[in-house]
Structure formats: structure tokens, C-alpha cells
């Protein structure tokens, strides 16, 4: 059978941004090479998936594809032992643990069985320990575990760069994002510098950045550093949906400026793609940024209705509900994924923070938070 058709798609695909459309694309060429039974075109087309996948919010998709390859690499297909394959398939690793801890149905010995099977592929092809290091201290300081996020971050600084390790803008970023975490917000500014003024940038960076910093800059009073950085990072996202987090980072900042107006803006806009990220860390920020905008629509008595997905965890609400009804719901939906999460960390760090951001937004602006 042809792989006319197959290289069409590929060729189409190759055009495109990660995107939604450029997943679809690539699964039919999947399915063209699988009725060729050519695995090593499938092969090929489903690493493109990962990448697709992952940088669009499709990392269920993503998953998949690469459990399908990684089992095709275990297995010693010849065309997955190619340097250039297997270099492709490792790095792809990294986007895939990255994203598990943001799922509450994934145990944290899952994860820590990863990090150990990471850790084992990379040193069998020559790789440190610096790329491994970053994803444990990561892991741990999302699952609450303070000890040891200080701990491997400090071992993440020490070890040397390698041909696996991130862009040194997604690595100023993480400092960034563990200066944010553990409250050092003037450093975590200070550092992103070279992000900011344009000197490191890559797919990810400025954007993440000024997501990330966008609260701690307001929260410093620095309020011009915060509009800018607003208005600069959510132009930078706001027509991909795969970028729901820092979209939430952006609707949690209008919320606690007071922007009521913009808040609710930025709800109706992007809450279909929140509704739809498999990533539920993700969805539970997106949704406390909703319900505290939806408590100051009330407070301030404007009187809204909010279109809503049509999705399963959305049908007992119909097509729309108005502010009042909301702000319970998502409260509600919050506390019942924090609480998943914080079942699975054994701890309930995933609560405290988002009870500490309701807090701020009761202390600002007099909300039900």
C-alpha cells in the first residue's frame, strides 16, 4: 500500500504550529501508515504527536503517543536505536514527566518511578544528572515536598550541562518559578532579567515568564511592572489553548488588581479550553481564578450570565448560569481537586495555597474567598 498520503500529512503538518489541527493531522497519518503496517512511519509520526500534543493541551494524546513509542524503543525496533530517534524520543521524555504530577490519579511512587527510569535511560546513553534533578525538585515542590525540592534543586545547580539539558531560558525560568514559590518575589524578578529584556527567549519564554510573575510583581506594589508584564505575556497567549495556565496566572491577577470587568472577560474567553485540559492541576487554578471573579461580579452587583462548556462536569448547571451560582460551583470543584491532590501528596499543601490566594483576594477586595 502508498504512503502518498501519509507523506501529505506529514508534509502538511510540518507547516504548523503545535496545534490542535496539526494533531489531528497527525493521527490520520498514523492511521495511513498503520494500514501500510509501516511502524516505523507510524513511529515517526506519533513522535510528532508528542511534541503537537504537548505544546497544544492535548497531553493525554501526548501520553499515549509516547507510551506507544517508548514500548517500540524497549522492544529494539531498528529504526528507534537511531541516534537521532532515540535522542528525540529521551528529550520527549522530559515534556511527559514533567506533566504527570499534575495529575491526582498519578501516585507518587508512579512518579518517583519515572524520575528512577529517566534517570536509567539517560545514564545508559551518556547523560548526567542535571535534567533528572530538575524534574525531581520540580515533582517535589508541586507534591509539598519542601525538603526535598531544596535539596535537588541546590543538586540541579551543581551539575554540568549536557546535550539533554533545557534551553538556558527554561532554566532561568525554573529558578524563576522556585524563587515564586518559596515567596522570594523580588529575586525571582531580579533573575528574569534576561528573559524579560529580551536576551533568552525560546517557545515557552517570555510567556511563561511574565505568567508567572505577574502577581508577586503586584503583590510588591509594583504596579507598572505588573501591567506591563500583564499586557505583554497575556497578548502573548491568549489565542492558545495551551497555555491555560498562564492564563490563570493572567485571570488571577485581574482578580486581585480589582479588574472586575477584565476578569470576567478573560472567564468567558478561555473557560471552554480550562474546561477542557486533561491537566487538572491546571483546570483547579483556572477555576479558582473563576470563582473569586465571579464573587466580585456579585459583590459588585453586576449581572452576568456566563456561557459554559458543553461538557460532562458542566451539565448540571445547563448552558449558562449566572455569577452567585457559579461562584458555589467552582468553589465547590476546586475544593474537591485539591483535595484529590492532596489525598495523593499526603499532605495538604495544594489547599493551603489555594486558601491562601482566597485569602489575599478576601483581604483586597472583601469577597466571600
Same mark, same amino acid.
Not at 490563570?248 to 486581585?256: F, I, N, P
Not at 479550553?273 to 491537566?279: C, F, G, L, Q, V
Given at each position: ?136 525538585w520540580t515533582n517535589a515542590m508541586w507534591m509539598g ?106 485571570? %488571577? ?9 477584565? /476578569?470576567?472577560?478573560?472567564?468567558? =474567553?478561555?473557560? @471552554?479550553? $480550562? &474546561? ?39 451539565? %448540571? ?9 457559579? /461562584?458555589?460551583?467552582?468553589?465547590? =470543584?476546586?475544593? @474537591?481537586? $485539591? &483535595? ?30
Amino acid at each position: 500500500m502508498s504512503l502518498d498520503r501519509y507523506d501529505q500529512l506529514l508534509a502538511e503538518a510540518e507547516s504548523l504550529k503545535p496545534s490542535t489541527t496539526k494533531t489531528a493531522i497527525l493521527e490520520e497519518a498514523v492511521r495511513e501508515a498503520e494500514l501500510a503496517s509501516d511502524y516505523e512511519a507510524a513511529y515517526e509520526a506519533r513522535c510528532e504527536i508528542i511534541e503537537s500534543a504537548t505544546f497544544s493541551g492535548e497531553i493525554d494524546k501526548s501520553i499515549n503517543a509516547f507510551s506507544w513509542c517508548l514500548a517500540k524503543y524497549d522492544a529494539q525496533e531498528p529504526y528507534t536505536c537511531q541516534s537521532r530517534a532515540e535522542f528525540e524520543l529521551l528529550w520527549r521524555y522530559k515534556w511527559i514527566l514533567g506533566t504527570m504530577v499534575f495529575f491526582p490519579t498519578i501516585t507518587r511512587q508512579q512518579i518517583a518511578s519515572m524520575e528512577d527510569d529517566m534517570r536509567r535511560r539517560y545514564a545508559a546513553v551518556g547523560y548526567g544528572l542535571r535534567t533528572v534533578y530538575d524534574h525531581v525538585w520540580t515533582n517535589a515542590m508541586w507534591m509539598g515536598d519542601e525538603d526535598k525540592m531544596h535539596d535537588y534543586y541546590d543538586r540541579w545547580l551543581k551539575e554540568p550541562r549536557d546535550g539533554m539539558t533545557d534551553c538556558e531560558a527554561c532554566e532561568v525560568h525554573s529558578s524563576v518559578r522556585y524563587h515564586v514559590m518559596n515567596g522570594h518575589y523580588s529575586k525571582a524578578i531580579r533573575i528574569s532579567k534576561p528573559i524579560r529584556n529580551g536576551k533568552l527567549r525560546c517557545r515557552s519564554a517570555p510567556s511563561n515568564t511574565y505568567g508567572c510573575l505577574v502577581v508577586p510583581a503586584l503583590l510588591l506594589d509594583r504596579l507598572d511592572e505588573a501591567a506591563s508584564m500583564h499586557k505583554k505575556g497575556y497578548r502573548s497567549i491568549r489565542r492558545k489553548p495551551g497555555y491555560v495556565w498562564q492564563q490563570a496566572e493572567h485571570l %488571577q491577577y485581574l482578580v486581585l488588581l480589582g479588574d472586575v470587568k477584565n /476578569a470576567l472577560a478573560l472567564v468567558k =474567553r478561555h473557560l @471552554d479550553w $480550562a &474546561a477542557a485540559t486533561p491537566k487538572v492541576y491546571e483546570r483547579c487554578l483556572f477555576y479558582v481564578g473563576c470563582q473569586l471573579a465571579c464573587e466580585l461580579g456579585e459583590l459588585r452587583s453586576i449581572r452576568q450570565t456566563i456561557s459554559l462548556p458543553k461538557t460532562r462536569e458542566f451539565e %448540571q448547571l445547563g448552558d449558562q448560569a449566572k455569577l452567585p451560582e457559579l /461562584a458555589v460551583w467552582f468553589r465547590d =470543584r476546586v475544593d @474537591d481537586m $485539591a &483535595a484529590q491532590f492532596d489525598a495523593r501528596n499526603d499532605n495538604d499543601t495544594v489547599s493551603q495555597r489555594l486558601a491562601s490566594f482566597r485569602e489575599l483576594a478576601l483581604e483586597r477586595h472583601g469577597s466571600r474567598a
